[in-house]
C-alpha cells in the first residue's frame, strides 16, 4: 500500500511497500506531468529509478518492453501520448558532459524529461525541477521523498497530493 508519511507546499514523502506500490506511484506520478515538466531521480544502485520510469512510461502509452535504462545511449526518447525522454547520467565522467547531450532536446517543452542519477548534474538542471529520492527501506519496500523547486514543479505536487488513493492520505479512515 501507498502510505503518505508527510506533505506541505514544497514536500511530499511516500512509502510504498513492495514493486506493484511502486509502479502505482508512477502511474499516479504521470497522470500530473505535463508536457515542459522535468523529473530528476535520485537514489542508490538498484533503487528503483528505472522501475519508476517504467511505470510512468507505461501509464503514457509506451510498451513497457521499449523502457530500459539508457546507460549507454544515455537518452532515450519514447513516443507516448506525451513524448517521454529519459536520461541516465551513471556513466558520465565529468558532469559537465551532460551539456554535450543536447540539453535543448532533453528539456523541450513538448515532452517530460526523465533524468537518472540527476544528482550528478544537478548544476545543469534547469531550476524548476521536481525531483524524487529514493531510499530503500527493504529488499521491495521504498521511501520516495517528493520535492518541487519552483512555480511548475510545485503545482505537479499539489496535483500528486490530490491523486494519491484516499487511503493513503492521513485523514483517510482506517477501518
Known sequence: MLTLQ????????????????????????????APGAIVALVGDLGAGKTLLVKAI???????????????????????????????????????????????????????????????????FLPRDVLTIQIEITSPEARLFAVTASGPASQQMLVRLTQNLPREATPHASRD
Open 6 to 33: 508527510h506533505h506541505d507546499d514544497r514536500q511530499l514523502r511516500l512509502a510504498a511497500d513492495t514493486e506493484h506500490d511502486t509502479r502505482e506511484f508512477g502511474e499516479r506520478l504521470a497522470a500530473v506531468l
Open 57 to 123: 512510461a507505461a501509464a503514457l502509452g509506451v510498451p513497457s518492453d521499449e523502457v530500459n535504462s539508457p546507460t549507454f545511449t544515455l537518452i532515450q526518447e519514447y513516443d507516448g501520448r506525451i513524448p517521454l525522454r529519459h536520461c541516465d547520467t551513471y556513466r558520465l565522467r565529468d558532469p559537465s558532459e551532460f551539456l554535450d547531450l543536447g540539453l535543448d532536446e532533453l528539456f523541450a517543452r513538448d515532452g517530460i524529461a526523465l533524468v537518472e542519477w540527476a544528482d550528478r548534474v544537478r548544476d
